[in-house]
């Protein structure tokens, strides 16, 4: 199998493994583009290589981390290892420093002054309720200005003139604390913006964590992130990256930004956000653009499952070292899957109460027995149906921290969590086993 270092050979990978799609049909970046990405992610068609895109000369990936198969060829396993090497990775002790070199792949073109023009960059409008074109698919790399450490995030910009992004910053995340620790917090900030990059980084750009994401994208590679100086900022980039955006987030002025089709299946509200001064576009010849679908499988695999899996299942094995749990994409986030054999009639409850404080977003939680797939939506809906008695099976927890954009809490985040034991209760009634019919291999019937 293609060692995967950057972009390319990781769409190779995907190549290799049956899992990309390659399209050389002309389509739009005006929602087109986002539409086949979204219909090949609901068919299992795999990740989309545009190579024939009516705006551009550019090609466009999306969908490279939009499912479990992969996710797992982005880190190199198989899919049943997913959160055991994600657990490793996350591992403080297990991170492994970038390397600084001289040259990078995006050294080889750079607009600089009055030649920068995000124009010439091709930045979809995805959603037909987008506000604009938005840069989704990029990781943010700043650097804390008090300990030196880098930080990779993932933050929405909204093109507003040619060398001007709106930029959405959470005032939680580490941008807006790097931003605010300075003695004047309203000066221009320093950032990179990084496109077309190994998924290893992507994937550690949605985690968060007091080291630099750098160290976590090093353990899942097995060796140190080869970086960069900027050419207009002094900041470590990675140096196999496609595209990279430079310039500087002016906190002082701002301009509304949005709305964009968010994690949660809405789209955002209207933000009074700061905006980005570019001060130079490098990139490599012949170069692939990456763009993230906003609100759909990818968004929610990078953001909310690979880095909260690990912590959750960590949580409550403390409880049932033999348990499993999952955060399944439908649920956009807020929901956890736990599958247990259950042994205890208390024991689904706590194990609720467990997810729900491993992370802040987890709002809902359904507890399941092995004998139900808890991959499959329907199978979870099944045991929902005809294991719950919703007056003793059912609680919940009232005026609970949650986050800010959940559509069910106000604009603090606060809602009420429920948790959902749809174990097999023996002990009520016997039912005896499900019906089950194995799998057959259809060729072998069918003309």
Not at 139 to 146: F, H, L, N
Not at 220 to 247: L, S
Not at 252 to 263: C, I, M, N, Q
Not at 337 to 351: A, C, E, F, S
Request: aromatic fraction near 6%.
């Amino acid at each position: 199998m293609t060692t995967i270092g950057d972009l390319r050979s990781f769409i190779e990978a995907l190549r290799e493994k049956g899992e990309l799609a390659e399209i050389s049909k002309e389509v739009s970046m005006e929602y087109e583009l986002a539409d086949v990405t979204a219909s090949l992610s609901r068919s299992s068609g795999g990740a989309a290589l545009f190579s024939n895109v009516k705006e551009t000369t550019f090609p466009i990936f999306a969908g490279g981390v939009a499912s479990h198969a992969r996710t797992a060829i982005s880190l190199g396993c198989e899919a049943e290892s997913i959160i055991d090497v994600m657990g490793e990775a996350l591992e403080i002790k297990n991170g492994i420093p970038p390397r600084e070199v001289k040259s990078a792949y995006w050294h080889e073109n750079c607009l600089t002054g009055d030649d920068v023009d995000l124009g010439a960059l091709p930045i979809p409008k995805h959603s037909r309720g987008d506000g604009g074109a938005f840069i989704t698919g990029a990781v943010s790399i700043t650097k804390d200005p008090i300990s030196g450490r880098g930080n990779l995030s993932y933050n929405r910009m909204l093109v507003l003139e040619k060398n001007i992004l709106g930029f959405n910053v959470n005032e939680w995340r580490d941008v807006g604390t790097f931003m605010k620790s300075r003695p004047d917090p309203d000066a221009p900030f320093p950032v990179a913006l990084a496109i077309g990059l190994d998924p290893a980084i992507m994937i550690a750009a949605g985690v968060r964590t007091p080291v630099d994401e750098l160290l976590i994208a090093g353990a899942i590679r097995g060796e140190g992130i080869e970086v960069c100086k900027g050419k207009t900022v002094d900041i470590d980039i990675p140096a196999r990256t496609e595209i990279v955006i430079e310039g500087h987030i002016r906190p002082a002025e701002r301009s509304p930004e949005g709305p964009l089709a968010e994690f949660h299946g809405y789209h955002g509200e209207m933000w009074d956000s700061p905006t980005m001064e570019v001060s130079a576009i490098s990139f490599r010849d012949n170069p692939i653009y990456q763009t993230i679908i906003p609100g759909w499988y990818e968004h929610i695999y990078i953001g909310n499952i690979l880095p909260r899996e690990p912590l959750l299942r960590k949580q409550i094995r403390h409880i049932d070292p033999s348990a499993d749990v999952i955060i399944p994409p439908y649920g956009n986030g807020f929901m956890a899957v736990i599958q247990i054999d259950r042994d205890n009639p208390g024991t689904p409850k706590n194990l609720a109460i467990a997810a729900m404080t491993a992370h802040i977003n987890i709002r809902n939680v359904v507890v399941v027995d092995r004998d139900v797939d808890m991959h499959e939506s329907s199978e979870v809906l099944w045991a929902i149906t005809n294991r719950v008695q919703w007056d003793r099976d059912v609680f919940k927890i009232s005026e609970a921290q949650g986050h800010e954009m959940d559509p069910t809490a106000d604009r603090r985040g606060i809602s009420t969590k429920v948790g959902i034991d749809a174990t097999y209760k023996r002990e009520r009634r016997e039912y005896g086993e499900r019906v089950a019919y194995p799998s057959v291999n259809l060729i072998d019937y069918l003309d």
